[in-house]
């Protein structure tokens, strides 16, 4: 039962100026301001457009996305300049059993259904699977982030 | 194109306290510590269990789940307590275009293909979509919650 097929329908797309993967910086997930200056857009498709109401008070959201130009499923992947395979949910990977991407980004402002937000690291037409409000509760402190941390100490030293 | 029809399958499920939706504190996104507290157990289905190398390493980390329960779409929707009617992307509601849940946990241990974790606010039985390593780049400081932020100064307040 619970292994059923779950179908989605996109609600929108994505306006970005990575218009090929090459484009983006694979490390930005080590970084903590990541892409953070990258600027883009969401557009909601017209009949989702009034669940936008109230959505200009947040200044972060969650954009839940599809990689749509991911083809293969790996469970064990070698992330962008690592040595060793780690385990895909262990990485933010497009290559997972489901092709789900997140990204937090922050809102700049709002045209009617388009939303323009900086952090932007999906590609142009990426197709937009759901948008949340980013809350209190998704801000976590003292992390720790296992092969990631290894990673940006070893940046810090060289 | 971009509008067609996106499938996904469960790659585990959630073993949890609550077995109704009632049973879940309705404001535990206004509270930043949430259900910090309550614990339950992240099933991750045998086939995939190798994706779960070095998950170890993380403090924290992001669930996509299906709001298995949901039932309706809504665009506009009455949080719990709320008298005024919110956009839906607004809102973390089950009630959405795509019903899918997102809720970042703490990683407390892990038993082979089971993680322990807390932070819990799924529904036993819950549909897991993807795991995601919550990053330095996902904790963001500086928030405004719109809806949500005059609804914890009035908490305050009383």
Same mark, same amino acid.
């Given at each position: 039962m619970v292994r059923k097929e779950i179908r989605f329908r996109p609600i929108g797309r994505v306006h970005s100026p990575f218009k090929a993967r090459e484009d983006i910086d694979p490390l930005r997930n080590v970084r903590p301001n990541g892409l953070a200056k990258v600027e883009g857009e969401l557009e909601i498709f017209k009949p989702y457009a009034a669940g936008l109401k109230d959505i200009d008070g947040f200044s972060h959201l969650i954009v839940i996305f599809a990689f749509h130009r991911s083809q293969k499923v790996k469970l064990l992947v070698k992330p962008p300049r690592e040595t060793r395979r780690r385990g895909v949910f262990s990485t933010r990977s497009p290559h997972r059993p489901n092709p789900i991407g997140l990204t937090i980004v922050r809102l700049l402002g709002r045209r009617k259904n388009i939303l323009q937000v900086s952090g932007m690291d999906m590609l142009d037409e990426t197709p937009i699977l759901d948008?949340? $409000?980013?809350? $209190? !509760?998704?801000? /976590? !402190?003292? *992390? /720790?982030?296992?092969? *990631?941390?290894? !990673?940006?100490k070893k940046k810090k030293k060289n």
């Open positions: 948008i949340k $409000p980013y809350t $209190p !509760r998704d801000s /976590k !402190r003292r *992390l /720790k982030h296992g092969w *990631l941390e290894e !990673r940006s």
